[in-house]
């Protein structure tokens, strides 16, 4: 704990330190699957008991790194489409995609409560390009800050599951039909996960997960449509990993009845309507 910042959240968001963790945890792995020298630079000036926190399995971080490259596969396509497009990222909190992915042209937004995002402007001061807003996700005002004159990806990393299944379903819906030709990209914990977490079972010696009211098995995927008649497609966005044991792993679990229904999810969500941006 050498840094300086001394920082104290909820539960929730607290859930940014442990997602920063088992970043930093990852990329400091000689065969690491997820390059991040900035969550390894957050760690390094972070007074907080990380390793005693939330502990160091080598498992957890390749996981999270493979749910990590799921979003920025999907938002590095998006700016390779839309060099000038606007990021929106719901719940970020210390998320460092923008150091990982961007393209020196594109505007992002992070939208956070309060707590969260004065830490983040604290740790990581926005640059030119990078705006935070305070702000409830499920409060739609925050769609009012988004610049209609530009392609739009909104992504959900770590959120949604924190939130009741009719704000879900409401998000979702008010961001189809907020942003014709948009697309949003989220998570999910299967079922079994979440009750594990409701129950106070998803635990570790310094851990206690918070309790996921929303979850949604790999098999329902598709009722996300049901949101809103604005969703045009619904789409699996599939981990890979080129070396190790999980690179073995990953076919069966993606594949096999018995697990690839009940496995942690990322999808995207294609939006109908004209674009409000200029052709």
């Given at each position: 704990m050498s840094g300086a910042e001394r920082p104290e959240l909820a539960a929730v968001p607290e859930t940014a330190l442990w997602t920063l963790w088992q970043r930093a945890v990852e990329a400091r792995r000689?065969?690491?699957?997820?390059?991040?020298?900035?969550?390894?630079?957050?760690?390094?000036?972070?007074?907080f008991p990380f390793a005693e926190r939330f502990g160091t399995s080598g498992l957890q971080s390749r996981l999270q790194a493979l749910r990590v490259g799921c979003f920025d596969r999907e938002v590095a396509d998006f700016l390779a489409r839309e060099?000038?497009?606007?990021?929106?990222?719901?719940?970020?909190?210390?998320?460092?995609?923008?150091?990982?992915?961007?393209?020196?042209?594109a505007q992002w937004l992070s939208v956070d409560l309060p707590e969260a995002v004065e830490?983040?402007?604290?740790?990581?001061?926005?640059?030119?390009?990078?705006?935070?807003?305070?702000a409830d996700?499920?409060?739609?005002?925050?769609?009012?800050?988004?610049?209609?004159d530009r392609a739009v990806l909104i992504t959900a990393q770590g959120l949604l599951m924190y939130l009741s299944p009719p704000d879900v379903r409401d998000l979702?819906?008010?961001?189809?039909?907020?942003?014709?030709?948009g697309s949003l990209v989220l998570d999910a914990v299967p079922r079994w996960f979440a009750r594990l977490?409701?129950?106070?079972?998803?635990?570790?010696?310094?851990?206690?997960?918070?309790?996921?009211?929303?979850?949604?098995?790999?098999?329902?995927?598709?009722?996300?449509?049901?949101?809103?008649?604005r969703i045009t497609a619904v789409r699996d966005v599939r981990p890979?990993?080129?070396?190790?044991?999980?690179?073995?792993?990953?076919?069966?679990?993606?594949?096999?009845?018995?697990?690839?229904?009940?496995?942690?999810?990322?999808?995207?969500?294609d939006f109908a309507g004209r674009p409000q941006w200029p052709a």
């Amino acid at each position: 704990m050498s840094g300086a910042e001394r920082p104290e959240l909820a539960a929730v968001p607290e859930t940014a330190l442990w997602t920063l963790w088992q970043r930093a945890v990852e990329a400091r792995r000689p065969d690491a699957l997820l390059h991040d020298p900035k969550a390894v630079e957050l760690v390094d000036r972070i007074d907080f008991p990380f390793a005693e926190r939330f502990g160091t399995s080598g498992l957890q971080s390749r996981l999270q790194a493979l749910r990590v490259g799921c979003f920025d596969r999907e938002v590095a396509d998006f700016l390779a489409r839309e060099p000038r497009g606007t990021v929106v990222c719901l719940g970020e909190g210390l998320e460092t995609q923008y150091w990982r992915v961007d393209n020196g042209r594109a505007q992002w937004l992070s939208v956070d409560l309060p707590e969260a995002v004065e830490l983040r402007e604290r740790l990581l001061p926005p640059g030119p390009r990078q705006r935070c807003l305070a702000a409830d996700a499920t409060d739609l005002g925050w769609a009012e800050a988004v610049e209609r004159d530009r392609a739009v990806l909104i992504t959900a990393q770590g959120l949604l599951m924190y939130l009741s299944p009719p704000d879900v379903r409401d998000l979702v819906a008010a961001c189809a039909e907020r942003f014709p030709g948009g697309s949003l990209v989220l998570d999910a914990v299967p079922r079994w996960f979440a009750r594990l977490t409701r129950s106070g079972r998803m635990r570790t010696p310094g851990y206690q997960a918070p309790p996921m009211p929303w979850a949604m098995d790999a098999r329902e995927r598709d009722k996300l449509r049901t949101a809103s008649p604005r969703i045009t497609a619904v789409r699996d966005v599939r981990p890979t990993a080129d070396r190790g044991p999980l690179a073995a792993l990953l076919p069966l679990t993606l594949t096999a009845p018995v697990l690839s229904g009940h496995r942690p999810t990322v999808t995207v969500l294609d939006f109908a309507g004209r674009p409000q941006w200029p052709a």
